[in-house]
Every structure is written in C-alpha cells, then in structure tokens.
C-alpha cells in the first residue's frame, strides 16, 4: 500500500526557469494540499485541490504560482521564472476527502533555486 | 483565525532523560490537535493527534501529550529518550475553517530535540 509520491525528491533550477512538482496522492485519496516549508520554519498551507477542482487557494503567492490536480495523473505543482526566494521544501498531502482531519504527507520535493 | 506557537526552537537534552516540547494554540472554534515528526530529508510523521475525549493523548515510539483547555496547550512528553529521536517535531491545530467547510492546518515553526549521548 504505497504512501504519497512526490517526484522529483531533489530539483535544481536556475534564476528563470520554471520548477514543475508532482504529486500522487494514497490509494483512494481524491484530495490533495500542497505545502511550503522554508528553511527553520514550519509547513505553511498553499493550495488545497479535489480531482478538476481547486477548492482553496489562500495560500499561494498571486503571481508564477500554479497547481492542477487531472482526473488522471498526478497534482502537479508548477513555479514560473523561479526566484532564489522560492528555494524550500515542498510538501504534498492526501486525504481520502475533505471532511477529513487527517492528512498523509509525502517525502517532499526539495527545490533549490540557483 | 487560528495559530500555534512551539516555545522552544531547539531543546537539547542527555539519552535517557525525559523531555517535554511545548505547544500553545489559539483558536475561536472547537479544535483537534496534531504532533508530527520529521526526520533529516523526510516527511511528516503523525506521532499522536487529540480529537475529543480523554486529555491524555498516547502516541507512537513512547510519546504522550496532554490537551489543557484552560491553557490552551497540548505539551508533548516522553519519560525516557533515544538518540534515534533527535529531530524536528511540529505541533498543528486544525479546525473547519478552509473553503467549503475543509480542515486545514496550521504548523508550528518547529522543535528541534537534540538527544545527546
């Protein structure tokens, strides 16, 4: 019964490139969250998505920030013309719906901007 | 609104000594309640979580934490530690407060505990 998925585990980009993230969510999770943790602080909340839907996107920054969960495939995270201050550790996490409390999280994407 | 504050960033402590990490919340609704664990270059690991019911709360690998509603707190304690837990430990509350009636965290910034032999 295999966890979150998140690929790439360790992703390089230089200053203007764009970073994509992926995300599978658990067996029977149609809900995912991405997360944002930068260096000595705790996971802030970004974006909360159901298959074709996203349902709260408080948490993104409003420009080169954009995230799709497709009927098939994985939630993709996506960061346009990347900028030093986007390095962090990005988090995915499922649920099996949204009225759940408890969420999986994945082992995170690490994006280094250089 | 609602928001976690972690009162220590980093707790040094021997082998074999009990610990305690310290988390404070606010919040204007009926809450839960999470630890998690991280390892270097992991992901979250739910040590424990508080729902309702009995305050005293049992988690994995010998943890505890206790729910004090008067102090809004929920202190995660452990009598005995290993080197094996030194790593960073994050407190979260949720509510249903996100969009369409979601439950949504908020983390703590993070306790380091640093298990010295």
């Known amino acids: 019964n295999a966890g979150v998925m998140q690929n790439p585990r360790h992703l390089v980009r230089r200053r203007g490139q764009e970073a994509r993230l992926r995300c599978s969510p658990m067996?029977?999770?149609?809900?995912v969250y991405w997360y944002r943790q930068l260096p000595e602080e705790g996971l802030k909340f970004m974006v909360y998505l159901q298959k074709e839907n996203i349902i709260d996107e408080s948490g993104m920054p409003k420009e080169r920030f954009s995230a799709e969960f497709p009927k098939e495939g994985p939630s993709i995270l996506r960061i346009q013309q990347v900028v030093r201050g986007d390095s962090a550790a990005y988090f995915c996490?499922?649920?099996?719906?949204?009225?759940?409390?408890?969420?999986?999280f994945g082992p995170g994407t690490r994006l280094t901007v250089t | 609104a609602q928001s976690v504050t972690q009162l220590d960033s980093q707790v040094p402590v021997f082998e074999e000594a009990p610990v305690e990490l310290r988390c404070n919340y606010s919040?204007?609704?009926?809450?839960?309640l999470f630890w998690y664990v991280q390892y270097p270059n992991q992901g979250l690991q739910l040590l424990l979580k508080?729902?309702?019911?009995?305050?005293l709360v049992k988690g994995i690998n010998g943890f505890e934490a206790e729910f004090n509603k008067s102090q809004t707190s929920f202190h995660l304690r452990k009598p005995s530690v290993h080197i094996s837990d030194t790593a960073e430990y994050f407190c979260?509350?949720?509510?249903?407060?996100?969009?369409?009636?979601?439950?949504?965290?908020?983390f703590g910034r993070g306790t380091s505990l640093i298990v010295h032999p």
């Open positions: 919040s204007s609704v009926s809450v839960y």
């Open positions: 979260a509350v949720t509510s249903q407060s996100g969009a369409g009636g979601s439950y949504i965290p908020t």
């Open positions: 067996k029977g999770h149609s809900h």
């Open positions: 996490a499922s649920s099996p719906d949204g009225r759940t409390y408890e969420q999986y």
């Open positions: 508080y729902l309702s019911g009995s305050t």
